[in-house]
């Protein structure tokens, strides 16, 4: 990280906090606290801390891992919030890591993992983990254009992202289990939404924590080139997880990829 | 949560014994970096080194951590209804909010919980070891540090340690500044510093006279107009009392929307004097000195209340003290009052017992040091003053800047030597620069600063280390 990016002077931020908003947030802890890092999980738009609380949560606790999802606000069970921004979301997951009783490791899915990104600018994480990324971008519009036209092409317009069974999930995961996550989904912000396709990059992480990125070849909404251009980014290629949908914490397989990131967590020196 | 009077321990691995300049036993601590103070600025310090791969060794004389924001420290200066000046965004550090369900201007116990926190969540407490007073902090060979330390209060042995780099935040406002007056002796009514006012409870029904217009001394003259039966107020001038909210806004947010837009002084200045004007109007008609600056000229005083109160008829501003009687105090202008305490809120002086005063360049012993960024002395790259700056806004945002700047310089000191000795040169041609327009002269206004002036030049100073 050059000193040139880091930016000390926020005139915005300060003059122009972002407005709190009531967040829900979940959590499933050890019986017996080890010492280990605590996990926060930020859920993509359309999801709430539902999507963790279904599998992963409990599975980190059972591996020792304080385990906390977040809903960002407009989602799940926090305040609604439709004109939210990005800076609102990241502000959400800042707020939720820093009222942690220790540094915690920020674990973003989706489009949760850009808002994960933009919170590393902001807080010193103990470590970061990017699953299935969207980092936006026109070719991540093109993609969903192609695989579900008439869910994504009202987004464009300030319209909801309708995402369907086939994006989401692999063909493993039981009919009635997909159509039941599908009729959880909500919808983030037009602006958050729009910001997908022209926000500036997010700035460097402070405190230099470590990366890791994992996703499935297999996923319908981040093409595989995605997750090696993000992956490099961060200095590292990403974990992969072949014949996933792009839900990879609800669909049939999902304890492999937790217990990637936790057996990573277990042996990353800097994430102790 | 841990409370604030655990006790550190930290492990003194990696230790070897040597001998000092006078023959006493050094512990030799290799890379590992003193920070002197577990207040705001030593607490900032302690996680910046740490989060650049340093070993650091804090010294604490209290108990706990927060320094002069925590109460139970005998040189805290928090009285019971202490508030910040600065709302949240300008008083939280850059990385580590307070929570959004505070208050835009939190209370000072509040303050103490957030160093606290801030404190437990990155891991601080073993690094700082408590009940421990630093004596003396010497230059020794290469550049390194040696460090006295003893138990506070003078018992016990004193214990000498070798450092890579001294950081010294040991704070700015537990040393009272105590003005002197002809006849202050005979005076047979209560006096008292501002350091010793806790509680309004002390001025309840009695006549007081209240000296200084800084944040304290109208906090406690509004305290005064609600408890005492008389209060008065003593200003050497008149001054700008900023209200706390301006259009619907934290004050300092309005500002900054402001110099966001780089809106000269100037202008700033103008319509800041045309929203008072809209609002309290003129001062001189409640008896107010006229101001003799314009505003942004000396440390801005956040007080809504002041104005309400003297326009209740509840605080009655008077001018400097002439000279103390036994029962009586008389005013410049020829009065005389008869007030039966007299709390001066004069303000405190930095001081640095523990360093002999020509390492700083200030030979006069004046605790005015001369240093580039308030921080960096010149000739000694390896010692840094963290928040010894009076800004504008909050410190702890400065603070953190300041020892993250000291990192990477520690960082560049053994990566690429040549960057460092150029930071060195830079810091002995602009000792002694000003980051703030002009303001007037006093004791304490010589590190006042500008925070958008003085952040800015802390970037410049950044991006001249490491930049290509």
Known sequence: MSASELRIMRSREWSRPVRPARREVLSAL???????????????FGHGAWAFAEHWLGHAASRGFP?????????????????????????????????????????????????????????????????????????????????????????????????????????????????????????????AQWALLGEPEAEPAVGAPPVLVLGSPDDRVVPASTLTRVARRYGSAPLLFPGMGHDVMLDARWAEPIDAILDWLEKEPAAH | MSTSTDHGRPDPEA?????????????????????????????????NLREHGFGVDCYERETGVGGGWNWRHDR??????????????????????????????????????????????FDLRSHIWFGTEVVRVEPAEGERWDVTTRSTGGYGPERTSRYAAVVIANGHNWSPKLPRYEGLEQFRGEIMHASSYKDPAQLRGKRVLVVGAGNTGCDIAVEAAQQASRCWHSTRRGYWYAPKYVLGRPADQVNDSLLALRVPLRLRQWLYHWTLRLTVGDLTRFGLPKPDHRVYETHPIANSQLVYYVGHGAIGPVPDIARFHPYAVELADGREIDPEVVIFATGYLPRFEFLDASVFGDSAGAGRPT??????????????????????????TLSHWQTVLFARLLQARRDRPERAVAFASRVRERAGERYSGQVKESSRHWFEVGHADYLRAVQRALVELEGK
């Not at chain 1, 439709?82 to 997951?93: G, I």
């Not at chain 1, 971008?137 to 992202?161: H, I, Q, S």
């Open chain 1, 30 to 44: 050890p019986q017996l606290e080890e010492g280990r890092p605590p996990l926060l999980f930020v859920p993509g």
């Open chain 1, 67 to 191: 385990a906390y999802a977040v809903s960002l606000r407009g989602h799940g069970g926090s305040e609604p919030a439709p004109e939210a921004t990005l800076r609102a979301y990241a502000h959400d997951v800042v707020q939720v890591a820093a009222g942690l009783p220790r540094q915690a490791v920020l674990v973003g899915h989706g489009a949760g993992a850009l808002v994960v990104a933009h919170a590393l600018a902001r807080y010193p994480a103990r470590g970061a983990v990017l699953v299935a990324p969207v980092f936006g971008g026109w070719g991540v519009l093109g993609a969903a254009l192609r695989r579900n036209p008439a869910g994504t092409l009202p987004a464009v317009f300030g319209g909801p992202l309708r995402l369907n069974r086939g994006q989401l999930f692999s063909r493993e995961l039981p009919d009635e289990e997909a159509r039941r996550y599908v009729g959880r989904l909500g919808r983030a912000s037009r602006r």
């Open chain 2, 15 to 47: 230790t070897s014994s040597g001998l000092g300049s006078d023959g006493r036993t050094v512990s030799d601590r290799g890379d590992t970096v003193c920070v002197i103070g577990a207040g705001a600025s030593g607490l900032t310090a302690i996680k």
């Open chain 2, 76 to 121: 805290s200066p928090v009285y019971a209804s202490t508030h910040l000046i600065s709302s949240k965004p300008f008083t939280q550090f850059p990385d580590f909010p307070m929570p959004d369900s505070w208050p835009d201007y939190p209370h000072h116990s509040q303050v103490l919980s957030y160093f606290e926190r801030y404190a437990d969540h």
């Open chain 2, 371 to 396: 240093l580039w960024l308030n921080a960096f002395t010149p000739g000694h790259p390896t010692l840094a003053v963290a928040g010894l700056v009076q800004p504008d806004s909050g410190l702890f």
